[in-house]
């Protein structure tokens, strides 16, 4: 998309935004002029076993949108009860963030209530490559089985650059970034009713990050430069709150500066960490490497300790160790 049509986009979305009622929070809803509820952003989070994932939902009064659909059915399963036990709304969209499988496994339990999926061509054509390298280190990790791992994922609407949910009431303008960040693709998502820039896991404010990196080419290729510059490009809609995968919610320039400065000193963490093994660099790829992971996590959690989610390093910094150590 070019950055003309994006930044004329950005002013008309800019422009909904600032027109709606400042009453519509994102935990509670509001009343419209004629009594029945107002758009509303809310949402649901997994347990520590779904690795605390957070699925935005969008109920405008007459339908509900959802922003990535769980690492599991049984999750995806808990978040349309909880979704349900708030409103009369069916759920018809659920969007998927970028090609992760806590945002993408559970998307056929959504589909099962016949709720269409939504994603960037980039990212549904992301999802059978994640989809085969997730399985394969569960199912040998005895997490799962063949059979008890989720199904791979099929996306029902795929778009390029930008588009508008056709819904009854209300608006959601999901955008394709120019750049890679946690994944290798990123879609974000506009709700101007309450203000709001969804971004899944692209922002973690106050929480530690997932340092695997975008599976190519069957194996973890973290770039933490291009991530800076897909944070760059949120910029564009400064004057809304980021709702990011895990964390706090945070206006757009604060939550851009703190990823950007997180993710620097996570990297100069990780470096001085792979400098200081030396020789023994290579015991990130063996069987040492968790109690390696472990020490990096200990020292994430010195460097950031008002974090949240320490463990999101123990198990996600392999990939940037990895890569640093190859170097």
């Known amino acids: 998309m070019s950055k003309l049509i994006r930044a004329a986009a950005v002013a008309s979305f800019t422009a909904l935004a600032a027109c709606a009622s400042e009453a519509a929070g994102p935990s509670v809803p509001a009343e419209g002029s004629t009594g029945a509820p107002a758009a509303r952003l809310a949402a649901f989070t997994s347990d520590a ?6 699925s935005y939902y969008y109920d405008t009064g007459r339908e509900v949108v959802v922003f990535d659909a769980q690492f599991t059915g049984a999750y995806a399963k808990s978040a349309i009860a909880q979704i349900r036990s708030e409103t009369q709304s069916p759920i018809t969209y659920v969007v998927v963030t970028h090609p992760n499988p806590d945002k993408f496994n559970g998307a056929s339990e959504f589909q099962k209530i016949g709720a269409k999926v939504v994603a ?28 008890t791992y989720p199904p791979k994922a099929v996306v029902d609407v795929t778009f390029e650059g930008a588009y508008s949910l056709p819904l009854q009431a209300g608006a959601v303008e999901l955008r394709e970034l120019e750049h890679a960040g946690v994944s290798t693709t990123q879609t974000v998502a506009i709700v101007p009713s309450a203000r709001a820039l969804v971004v899944g896991d692209l922002v973690h404010h106050k929480a530690h990050a997932w ?7 069957g194996k973890p290729s973290p770039d933490l430069a291009s991530w800076r510059a897909a944070l760059d490009e949120l910029l564009e809609f400064d004057g ?7 964390g706090q919610t945070a206006p757009v320039r604060a939550a851009v500066d703190e990823q950007k400065a997180y993710l620097t ?14 020789a023994k660099k290579s015991e990130l790829s063996g069987a ?18 008002d974090y949240d989610l320490a463990y999101m390093i123990e198990y996600g910094v392999y990939g940037l160790a990895n890569a640093i150590a190859s170097k």
């Open 288 to 305: 040492e490497a968790p109690s390696h992971h472990k020490k990096i996590a200990a020292l994430a959690s010195a460097e950031f300790p």
């Open 265 to 278: 000193a996570m990297e100069s963490v990780v470096e001085r960490y792979v400098a200081s093994l030396g």
């Open 240 to 246: 809304l709150t980021v709702y990011g995968g895990r």
């Open 49 to 54: 076993a779904g690795f605390d994932t957070r």
């Open 211 to 217: 340092l695997e990196g975008g599976i190519r080419n």
């Open 120 to 147: 960037s061509r980039a990212t549904a054509g992301a999802i059978d490559e994640v989809h085969a390298y997730k399985k394969a280190y569960m199912v040998g990790a005895g997490m799962f089985t063949e059979e």
